[in-house]
């Protein structure tokens, strides 16, 4: 599961803010899908157990059942499975238990959170996927699309993106404010994703052009709001020293 060639979905925020991340490989979706089948496999052990302690000879009743019996059986057993992965991507921010584990997550091709019916999709796709067995198409599909998507990821418009920590003590250090800029206190504080966002803009300030990057800075810093007009000026004076300003806002957020 090697990074040096990983690709990247590069996606545009609200704020016009440029994200690039990191597609999910085949090693991790492979490794992810086996915690998931394990752990199926478990609870189908156990629904076994339970149902042979009601019934004797569970396969007598299995070939006693008329065809159709049979056939609404096979299909309550993969409309079961099939709940399993798309309640855990809806109701869980594009993540099944396997994918939490390997840091891995739905989201539609624009970087948003994925929906009932992406997941729903991609997910019936998976008996296409499988086919001829041990979901070959599926893998042919990821060798051969640059984002590495199976065929349900391409019906539904989907990809797997890789979750990468922020490392927070790079900004511990930060410069000195300048005289007269105002405390990160007097702001209000920020959510979770505006958070995500001034580092995102943060770790990328430095390969920006100078325009945008000074164009940038200022809209964060309007969003961001809480600041008088003299304090604002301050703060704007200098790329700078709004990027001290922000750096020493997100240091307080921690």
């Given amino acids: 599961m090697s990074t040096a060639s990983t690709p990247h979905l ?3 925020t609200p704020e016009r803010v440029a994200l690039s991340l990191p597609v999910a ?7 992810a899908w086996l915690v998931d089948a394990s752990l199926l496999f478990f609870f189908w052990v156990v629904a ?3 149902f042979t302690l009601l ?6 009743v299995f070939q006693g059942l008329s065809g159709v019996g049979q056939t609404l059986l096979v299909v309550g057993i993969f409309a079961t499975q099939w709940l399993y992965w798309t309640l855990g991507e809806v109701f869980f921010h594009g993540q099944t238990p396997g994918k939490r584990a390997l840091r891995i997550r739905v989201v539609r091709l624009d970087g948003s959170p994925v929906g009932l019916y992406e997941s729903a999709v991609r997910n019936l796709c998976r008996a296409v996927d499988f086919l001829p067995g041990v979901y070959a198409a599926g893998c042919i599909s990821m060798l051969l699309t640059p984002h590495h998507r199976r065929l349900g990821d391409l019906l539904a ?13 790079k900004y511990t250090a930060t410069r000195a404010p300048e005289a007269g800029a105002p405390s ?3 702001t209000r504080a920020l959510t979770p994703d505006e958070v995500e966002l001034v580092l995102a803009f943060l770790t990328r300030a430095p390969g920006l052009q100078a325009d945008v990057r000074r164009r940038m800075g200022t809209k964060l810093v309007e969003k961001l709001g809480g600041l008088t007009s003299e304090e604002q000026a301050t703060v704007l004076a200098s790329a700078e020293a709004t990027e001290a300003f922000l750096r020493a806002h997100v240091q307080v957020e921690r």
Avoid: M
């Avoid at 490989?25 to 490794?31: E, H, P, T």
């Avoid at 019934?55 to 007598?60: A, E, I, T």
């Avoid at 418009?157 to 003590?169: K, M, P, Q, S, Y």
């Fill in 25 to 31: 490989g085949i090693g991790y979706r492979c490794l």
């Fill in 55 to 60: 019934v004797s000879d569970v396969l007598g």
């Fill in 157 to 169: 418009g989907t990809v797997l993106v890789r979750e990468e920590r922020i490392d927070l003590d």
């Fill in 184 to 186: 990160p206190k007097a």
């Fill in 48 to 50: 076994y157990f339970v």
């Fill in 10 to 12: 590069a996606v545009a």
